[in-house]
């Protein structure tokens, strides 16, 4: 009997925690839920339903406000001109700091800690301190009103703290492997090409999918650099469209479920890369 | 002195140089940091010192800079009042983070752990606003925040309680800044959370479990073991949340443009407005030069004291 007793006790004393830990963390999942459902709620709704009962469930749903946005060819070539960016800026970032990583990871020269810590200064100060001089630079280029300038930046702003992870995994693969592709007559660029970038393939992943995801959501660059309307992004166009279209809340919460949602995709299939590739960022720097 | 030898060693260096291997080494190295130092010092060195140059002009952008001012943009933006308010702002954002965030997060680290039952769900839900961009996170909460409660969920909630009144939220100046911080806190809490649960991963768990067998209670391990066992994780995630808390643009400049009457401006909506709207780009250089020295001197000061002797790298 008292052995049943203490064991109920130990029971309740090891539940009471945990049921206390589950009630905080669905708190806080509804307050991060909450948000973004009621705006994809709002996008299934007409603009009529939107202003008598805004905070019920979307039924029957409306894929109306969809399909509006989805005929404007603005919204196209704003997912168009996003991809390119983004796409852009990855492969710059990779092509960039997969080179500087090698070299600062597996060979020896003078000035070569100076070297590094130069390119690693970038950590010290986020892109929005720096935007006003890069757009005096990018001026004086004659690259205002180009993508490319815009991959630029957003490459330039990449190179500190992806270089970082990447020296940092380079690193951690054994030298007697170089050792031996040297001996097998491999040279430098040879052993990088064929055996350090394959064995990277995570670390390359991480830092790709982070590029993309940092590249598909920055406002700043395209703001100042754009201002031809044909090549606005999405976070830009999709500032303006809500700007324009404030009166119409069913629409501006199409358009921003609209944009949202490749991100969103994204981030359910490549959760892991991200994750590991803000975790070796922070944990390392 | 052997002049043989002094002969000798230059020879063997001059071999060294031209061996082949050596040689192209060299050219490797060369080869493989130009990008990295090419699109570096093309897009955020040499700016720096192009706005140096501009921050002592009166320009706004058409022809060339001819209005030489010297420090007069620097000693305008220093008594401006506006700007003090900003830097104000800006230190209030990032105590408030430092002190609610963070603690926040870290809380909720722990708590889910290393083997809750449902970790991988709650670290992807948490996790998701920092996914969204700043452009929509804005327009979410600017509909959240809504005066109307007919439009605004939060005034919808708040007027079913009695005696309460819908609030005006982003347009009251005593509001403002704290539903900013609450924006700023729901979209980046799950970044820091993250960092804390990866952190907590690389903590061996019997450290812990001595702990407990020695007889410290849940709250005592906590304290004296995991928190200082995350340290450098922990100073990671000051450095960036007063870094992002000092620099933060994109929410504040979409939701309020630093109104109402700069009751939310901060340094870098303070910057964006001479710059890009006013088109004073002598004053805005000088600005972002200011901006730029005050997170240089902190990361640089931060880094030196919290250099401190690493707990994990001991293990």
Known sequence: MVIVNI????????????????????????????????????????????????????????????????NTPSFWSMLRNSLIVMLGSTAGVLIVCSLASFIFARMQFRGKDLAFNFLTLGLMFPITVAIMPVYLVVRQMHLIDTLLAVILVQTAFGISGNMLILRGFFT????????????????????????????????????GA????????????????????????LPLGTMQFQGQYSSDLAL?????????????????????????????????? | MN?????????????????PRRV???????????????????????PIFRAVYFSLFNWNGMGPATVFVGLNNFKQILTDQVFMKAIGNCLLIVILSLAIQLPLALMLAIMVGRDLPG???????????????????AIIWMGLFSPDPERGFINALLVLIPGVHAQNFLGDMNQVLACVFIVLSWKYFG????????????????????????????????RNVTIPLLGSTIRTTILLSVLGSLTQFNLIWIMTRGGPVNASEVMSTYMYRYAFIRFQLGYGSAVALVMLAICLVFSVMYLRLARQPDYLGGI
């Open chain 2, 3 to 19: 002049i043989s030898q002094g002969r000798r060693d230059p020879l063997k260096w001059q071999q060294r140089i031209n061996s």
């Open chain 1, 7 to 70: 064991h109920k006790r130990n029971a309740i004393k090891k539940k009471l925690p945990r049921f206390f830990q589950y009630l905080v963390l669905s708190i806080i999942t509804l307050i991060i839920l909450v948000p973004i459902v009621i705006i994809v709620f709002g996008a299934l709704k007409t603009r009529g339903e939107m202003f008598t009962h805004p905070y019920t469930l979307p039924i029957p749903a409306h894929w109306e406000n969809f399909a509006v946005i989805l």
């Open chain 1, 252 to 285: 501006t919460a199409a358009f921003v479920t609209l944009s949202a949602l490749p991100a969103i995709i994204f981030y359910l299939f490549a959760e892991r890369q991200i994750v590991s590739g803000l975790t070796a960022g922070a944990l390392k720097g």
């Open chain 2, 119 to 137: 970790r991988p769900f709650f670290r992807a839900i948490f996790f998701m606003p920092y996914v969204l961009s700043e452009v929509i996170t």
């Open chain 2, 191 to 222: 970044l820091h959370m993250l960092l804390y649960m990866a952190g907590l991963q690389n903590i061996p768990k019997e450290i812990e479990e001595a702990a407990m067998i020695d007889g410290a209670n849940r709250w005592q391990t906590v």
């Open chain 2, 24 to 46: 192209q080494d060299h050219l490797a190295i060369f080869l493989f940091l130009l990008p990295a130092f090419v699109i570096f010092l093309l897009f955020i060195i040499y």
């Open chain 1, 210 to 233: 982070l590029t993309m995801i940092v590249s598909w959501n920055d406002l700043l660059t395209p703001l100042v650099i754009l201002n031809r309307d044909t090549l606005w992004t």
């Open chain 1, 172 to 207: 951690s693969i054994p030298m007697e492997l170089q050792d031996a592709s040297y001996i097998d007559g491999c040279n430098a660029f040879g052993f990088f090409w064929r055996i350090l970038l394959p064995l990277a393939r995570p670390a390359l992943a991480a830092i």
